[in-house]
């Protein structure tokens, strides 16, 4: 616990996949519970916000930076196997968690091949793809309150629902989850795998520093943002650096060292034109952290 280094005025830039955010007051990478309740107990005395980062990949960072003390998970990414279930520390990333699957011949997980981030962003993200979306596999999790409390959630605990969990409305930390899956055929499981791998490639996904999908579907509204922002010829459209890209009209890619307020003020214009043209709020997918507007 001794060796947790609490960095000061750390860029984030380098913490999402945007490359895009100013400085965090404070900024650090445990390595275990113990380290990651030292951190909270460290904001508390100090009156610091926490806030948390996987991979970044669902992220926009204010230039300005973040005034509180920013965990990165990085460092959490321990991996049990025990017959088909995955235990695992959040901050693994989903590409090591694929490797381990395949590895040990379990199904369930294809649907997340080449899917940015970490295993905790995708839990509290209810992240979803190729039919698949993490709701079906979690079976238990162990979050960490303010208080320093762990405890385990178990399925009906969630509240998930499409890219929602019980995580987002309580301040609690993901420390660690446990997956269910199903043993299956090796060659099934690697052809899946690729098959997703390849069309993400093939969208050019990850051409560009982005973070994914900007705006949720509505599927009350039979609404696919992607298509209609597309058909309301958005795409090319562009504010400083941040570029809404020929391949999918609901990303916004740094085309050319945007500023977080290009992206945000990007996001706001659609918002706007969607709103006043279609009648139509649109419902954000990407998290906003460090802005003062309270538009996030
Ligand atoms: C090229 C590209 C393609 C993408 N494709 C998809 C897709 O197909 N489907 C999809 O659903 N998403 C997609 N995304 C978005 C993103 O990859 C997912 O939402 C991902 O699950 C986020 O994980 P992360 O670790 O990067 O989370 P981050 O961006 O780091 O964080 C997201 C949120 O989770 C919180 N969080 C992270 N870890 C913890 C923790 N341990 N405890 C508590 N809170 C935590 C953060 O505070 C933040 O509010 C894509 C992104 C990119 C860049």
């Known amino acids: 616990m001794n060796k947790l280094k609490l960095i000061k005025n750390q860029t984030l830039s380098k913490s999402t996949t945007l490359k895009i955010g100013g400085k965090a007051k404070f900024f650090c990478r445990p390595r275990s519970l113990n380290e990651i309740i030292h951190c909270i107990n460290f904001a508390k005395v100090n009156k610091l916000q926490v806030f948390f980062i996987g991979g970044g990949s669902n992220l926009l960072v204010s230039d300005n930076g973040i005034n509180g003390l920013v965990i990165n998970t990085c460092r959490l990414n321990k991996i049990k196997v025990n017959y088909d279930e995955i235990i695992i520390e959040s901050g693994t990333t989903i590409e090591k968690l694929n490797k381990i699957a395949i590895k040990k011949k379990l199904t369930g997980l294809e649907f997340s091949s080449g899917l940015p981030g970490t295993i905790g962003g995708a839990v509290y993200m209810n992240a979803r793809a190729y ?159 460090g802005f003062t507007d309270h538009s996030t």
């Open 131 to 289: 039919g698949g979306e993490f709701s079906k596999i979690v079976e238990e999790v162990e979050v960490l309150n303010y208080n320093g409390e762990l405890k385990i959630l178990r399925k009906n605990d969630f509240k998930y629902s499409y890219k929602k969990s019980v995580f987002m409305n309580d301040d609690l930390f993901i420390y660690r989850i446990k997956l269910k899956l199903k043993k299956g055929e090796p060659k099934e499981i690697r052809s899946k795998y690729k098959e997703n791998y390849i069309d993400r490639k093939k969208k050019r996904q990850y051409k560009y520093p982005s973070a994914g999908c900007i705006f949720k579907n509505n599927y009350d509204l039979n609404l696919i943002c992607g298509k209609l922002l597309d058909e309301m010829g958005l795409k090319g459209t562009n504010f400083g650096g941040a570029t809404i890209p020929d391949f999918h009209a609901n990303f916004i890619i740094n085309s050319k060292k945007a500023k977080a307020d290009d992206v945000k003020n990007l996001i706001e214009y659609i918002e706007n034109k969607v709103f006043k043209e279609k009648g139509i709020k649109l419902d954000r997918e990407i998290k906003l952290i």
